[in-house]
């Protein structure tokens, strides 16, 4: 196993030192993956600016949920599925959304089960859908906007659930308690 470093503002290369402290304002502590990334000051930007940009989306906080999770559960990212459920509960995501995502159990609805879909097929297909899986989504009411937003979150994803892998990073003790393992998901 490779060891990585959890920065802090003290510890961290001088690029990264004003982005950590931008996270410790908005989450009152520097998020474990913040503090891996900050050895790569460029990916803790990017990652900080598709985050913001994804979060400004024009997907309501279940769907921004929905994505995410997704994604997470995909990947079996051990430290995203806890911290994304603590912030879905921010939220104010009902904790049926964020039990079947991260259990792979059937969404309360259609609308949102689409979303799941399409994002697995984002995932797994590596972005070759065929017209009628995008039409399925166009016709589930989602957007061409959405089609590419969907593209956004999941380069979010990517860095944090890459990085998580690589570096092991330890689950933050806020999201302990909503700890998760690939076990999890329905067969």
């Given amino acids: 196993m490779t060891n990585f470093q959890l920065h802090t503002e003290e510890t961290a290369p001088a690029d990264a030192k004003p982005m950590l402290a931008n996270s410790k304002a908005a989450f009152g502590f520097i998020p474990g993956l913040h503090a891996v990334m900050a050895e790569a000051p460029g990916l803790l930007e990017a990652y900080q600016r598709v985050h913001e940009l994804f979060s400004n989306s024009s997907f309501d906080a279940d769907e921004l949920t929905v994505v995410w999770q997704t994604v997470n559960v995909e990947n079996e990212c051990h430290y995203c599925v806890p911290a994304h459920t603590g912030i879905a509960k921010s939220?104010?995501?009902?904790?049926?959304?964020?039990?079947?995502?991260r259990n792979g159990t059937p969404l309360p609805n259609a609308h949102l089960e689409a979303l799941r879909t399409f994002t697995l097929q984002v995932v797994r297909q590596r972005g070759v859908l065929s017209p009628e899986e995008v039409q399925a989504f166009l016709d589930a009411g989602f957007t061409k906007?959405?089609?590419?937003?969907?593209?956004?979150?999941?380069?979010?994803?990517i860095m944090s659930n890459y990085t998580n892998h690589l570096a092991e990073t330890p689950v933050d003790s806020v999201f302990e308690k909503f700890a998760w393992s690939a076990d999890e998901k329905a067969a």
């Fill in 91 to 101: 939220m104010s995501v009902d904790d049926a959304i964020t039990d079947a995502l």
């Fill in 145 to 157: 906007r959405q089609v590419l937003e969907v593209v956004l979150g999941y380069s979010q994803k």
